[in-house]
């Protein structure tokens, strides 16, 4: 039996990465209209800001609690608004594919 059969992850949640996926929403919203907004694009920018800001992960209650206390601090709401400008910058500077826009 392999060792991820043995254990229940399924509540393991990074609670980051929701926060990332509400910033991307919102900055995209605003930002110019020529960004390719494809799949691809709007996954990698998901990711370069994630592997960049420290992971909120959790798995029980007592764990909930530790991490909204995290999100609502100052510094950890600027890093993930910071985090995400810069992957949509990255992002719009090097697309993954072929120029192709959606």
Known sequence: MA???????EFLV??????VLDELGKQLEVYEPEICR?????VDMAAVA??????????????????????????????IREAVAFAIEKVRKNPSHD???E
């Not at 060792?3 to 992850?9: A, C, G, R, S, V």
């Not at 990074?14 to 926060?19: D, F, I, R, T, V």
Request: net charge negative; with cysteine; proline share 2%.
């Open 3 to 9: 060792f991820i059969d043995e254990y229940n992850f």
């Open 14 to 19: 990074n609670e980051a990465e929701k926060l």
């Open 38 to 42: 494809c799949n691809e694009c709007v």
């Open 50 to 79: 994630l592997n960049s800001i420290k992971p909120l992960y959790r798995f029980s209650l007592l764990g909930s609690l530790y991490a909204a206390q995290a999100i609502h601090e100052d510094s950890y709401a600027q890093s």
């Open 99 to 101: 120029g192709i826009r």
